[in-house]
């Protein structure tokens, strides 16, 4: 199972573009890679997943280089409920083993 | 649809106690899997299921019996509490474990073991 590291913490302001940057040096071929974002005192929720090139959805947008070593989390024009805890995970196609690490707090500002 | 249903929200134990932490979804989902999370930290899995009938281990499955006997519940036992076992443990659940599908987390269950 690949294991991850993302920044412990950001910090960003209202307004701003947020990118948080995931490695994960050892994926395999069959790994894809997905964001949750967690709140306080709640389970965590699903942002995005993908597995190679670029993928967007109404939330987020997901950039993954050719290599898949690393992926991208980009969060447009953040504001102050986007303060949450973000986790970047791979899982294999069957997926039965997700491992989440300790993800990266992001605290926006006004 | 209610999505994930845990109960109960707190507990606290004493030590050598068991309890059962329940788990429900409404999604027709056949993935349910248990977490923890400790403070400050990420969530570790306990134990998953793909299915009635079958069950597997996790990273951390060690004072931690499942079962799932029905597509909807897939409770969580711990047979002797222990301090260690002080957590938060969330409940999720997935059409499938496969690509593109996302997990549905219940909003946790805060046990404290004295």
């Known amino acids: 199972l690949a294991k991850t590291t993302q920044p412990i913490s950001m910090d960003s302001y209202e307004g701003q573009e947020v990118n948080i940057t995931c490695s994960h040096n050892?994926?395999?071929?069959?790994?894809?890679i997905t964001w949750y974002q967690q709140f306080p005192s709640q389970g965590p929720r699903f942002i995005i997943q993908?597995?190679?090139t670029k993928v967007t959805n109404e939330v987020a947008s997901l950039f993954i280089p050719a290599d898949r070593k690393s992926s991208t989390l980009s969060l447009p024009r953040v504001s102050l409920s986007d303060t949450a805890v973000y986790y970047c995970?791979?899982?294999?196609?069957?997926?039965?083993?997700?491992?989440f690490g300790a993800g990266t707090r992001l605290f926006v500002k006004a | 649809n209610a999505g994930v249903t845990q109960t109960p929200k707190f507990q606290v134990l004493k030590t050598g106690q068991s309890m059962t932490l329940q788990c429900a979804q409404d999604?027709?989902?056949?993935?349910m899997s248990w977490y923890r999370q400790d403070p400050g930290m990420g969530l570790r899995l306990i134990h998953y299921?793909?299915?009635?009938?079958?069950?597997d281990q996790g990273e951390v499955p060690n004072g931690y019996n499942v079962s799932r006997s029905t597509t909807e519940d897939f409770p969580l036992r711990l047979l002797s509490a222990a301090p260690s076992q002080t957590s938060v443990y969330f409940c999720?659940?997935?059409?499938?474990?496969?690509?593109?599908?996302?997990?549905?987390f219940g909003s946790g269950t805060r046990l404290t073991v004295v």
């Open positions: 993908g597995y190679k």
């Open positions: 299921s793909v299915g009635a009938g079958i069950t």
């Open positions: 999720a659940s997935s059409y499938s474990a496969g690509w593109n599908y996302g997990y549905t």
């Open positions: 999604m027709n989902h056949e993935y």
């Open positions: 995970l791979v899982a294999n196609t069957g997926g039965f083993k997700t491992i």
């Open positions: 050892n994926i395999a071929t069959n790994d894809y």
